[in-house]
């Protein structure tokens, strides 16, 4: 090791280290008040709060919530009047953090203890560098069905939609409509809802996410709307769809290349197929100033590449990026393509492609 190290940049960097290990831990602590409800316990008072009584409307243990409170607090989240030992959440901080704000972060926060759940395997795979199943991650589905609620559910209508010109009107009149890697199901439930005399098929490799939809579908009534367990490298189908989508659900595929080719083959000569992907540069040097680069990467690390590994495939990783996707649509078939940015989403890329 050298000798002449710069003191200063040592300091800075420990500095660093330091929001490192308080920020983790204040990710674990956002995503326990998101949990627990504890959040929106909160922003229901609209002044300050003693630790009992905000145990008491969330429903929970005091001295757990006095605890969790002091992380709050010095971690900058919540604000606290020493004089009477009281607690506030300013509403600025509320409509980033209660389940009703549309850009609840603290859901987001739930998958550092998503990811942690699987350390260990994770430790085994850098080693033998053959991925990790999805068998091993606690909680994926639904922390995932979480985050697809705010990034796509509730952007479909505004924003989403209107990226394939002419889509909510064919919407309206009735087409045949694929979701690939449906997860849970709530954006395509959300589509049979507001589009009854459309048809909608979700397909998805995870029992475990078609039970979930399937519930979800009975709960709301859909009839038009069904799911099944299937794995999208062997679609087999042909011209059958008018709109096919894919929400996050590329790029951690075994066998990316045979799942657009076979999206292709699944469109009519006039559909056009929606994929929401993450918005990397496709050179780490191009994501230097990308704001969540490291919360992107460190995802990508520990689930959508090593998934993608461990039923054989090439580990595109999240950040594969828009140079690498294009060329990918291009060789399944695809013709022209278009790609958007929407500004609730500041995270993917909506690609329209069309069958050349
Ligand atoms: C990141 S999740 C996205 C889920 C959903 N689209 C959403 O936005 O909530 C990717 C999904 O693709 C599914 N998947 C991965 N490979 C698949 C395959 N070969 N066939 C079907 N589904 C697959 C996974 O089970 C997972 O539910």
New binding site residues.
Partial sequence: MSTALDADKKNAFAEKMIGVLNHSVLALMTALGHRTGLFDAMDRFALHATAREIAAEAGLSERYVREWLGAMVTGGVVEYDPSGHTYYLPPEHAELLTREAPGNMAASAQWVAVLGSAEDELVKAFAHGRGVR?GAYNR??EV??E??AR??VAALHELILPVVPGLIGRLAAGIDVL?????????LIALARAFPDSRFVG????PE?VRAARAEAARWGVPNVRFE?????NLNEHAAYDLVT????IH????PDR?LANVRAALRPDGAFLM?EIAGSGHLAGDLKHPLAPFLYGISCM??MS?SLA?GGPGLGAMWGRERALAMLRDAGFGEVDVRELPHDLVNYYYVARPV
């Fill in positions: 999805y994926f589905h995932m069905a985050e697809s990034t796509v979701d690939v890697g449906c997860g849970s199901g709530l954006a397909y998805d490799l995870s996410a367990d299937r794995d999208l490298t894919a929400f996050d659900a951690d595929q075994a066998q799942v929401q689930h959508c998934v039923y």
